[in-house]
């Protein structure tokens, strides 16, 4: 089990995941920056809008030269302990709620894992029913075991609203938007606070699938907000009715877009 000492009083932690649940409404959503290291933890947290932290596990597997596939727990825990200081030599550890990509739980370390990121401050989790981008489901029943397991880890931990975000890879591996309605449902049932169903790239999801999901599963929905040719922006998607929505690794993307054009523009 972890060896990882507290880094935020237990009293707190749970006032703050309480703060961070509450945030979730249909219509109303939160919205996460995505972060991946010390320097961008310090940047958003600048940003006078930022009112929650959210990882992205691609961005913090680019960053450390592994594919997101193989972004191990070790190398997970020591870039999300980062973030964590960060927040607190700004001063915000009691004020901006962080929730953390474990994408599928790390197998049999799930509990593991989930201790050491509670230890570290954390009052979320993204967790995945994929074993890996586009790979085999895991079957629903053992997804809602893990969704439950994880709640019951963090309640015995003191953190009885942990906040689980349950992706839905249905889509994403060719199933159909009822089942991935009919997979969420179970999700929110076992505790989730919302489900992120994921059509993944390029497909994404189409207004009238995410109309029929967001109907299905009462609002209780994860979106990411891009700047793609016809996406629906903040304001659109928050008409639809969604309770949250991230802007996953778009933030690292665009500075390394923007790192690219400036060596090209020096080494003219």
Known sequence: MSTIPRAIDATAQ???????????????????????????TAMVLGHPKTKALATASYAVAEVNGVPDDDLTLEINLAAISKITQQIKRSGKTHE???TVDLQSG???????????????GVVGINLEDS?????????????V???????????REGVPNFVVNAR???????????????????????????VY????????????????IVEGLGGRINVTLTHNEGALNFKQLA??????????????????????????????
């Not at 049999?108 to 201790?115: I, Q, T």
């Not at 075991?145 to 309640?155: D, N, T």
């Open 14 to 40: 749970a006032a703050l995941a309480k703060k961070f649940k509450d945030l979730h409404i249909p219509g109303s959503p939160v919205i996460l920056t995505n972060v991946w290291d010390a320097p961008s």
């Open 96 to 98: 901006i709620p962080l």
């Open 106 to 120: 790390y197998g049999d370390r799930l509990e593991e894992a989930v201790v050491s990121i509670i230890r570290l």
């Open 131 to 143: 074993l890996s981008f586009g790979g085999n489901l895991v079957e629903v029943d053992a997804h």
């Open 145 to 155: 075991a893990r969704i439950k397991k994880v709640l019951e880890v963090a309640e």
């Open 168 to 194: 839905n890879d249905a889509i994403l591996c060719g199933k159909s938007i009822d089942e991935a309605i009919a997979r969420g449902k179970k999700y929110l049932e076992a505790g989730a606070t919302t």
């Open 197 to 212: 169903v994921w059509g993944g790239p390029p497909r994404g999801l189409r207004d009238a699938e995410l109309k029929k």
């Open 239 to 268: 008409e639809f009715g969604v309770a949250r929505i991230s802007l996953g690794p778009q933030l690292w993307w665009a500075a390394m877009a923007e790192a690219k054009k400036k060596l090209e523009s020096l080494l003219e």
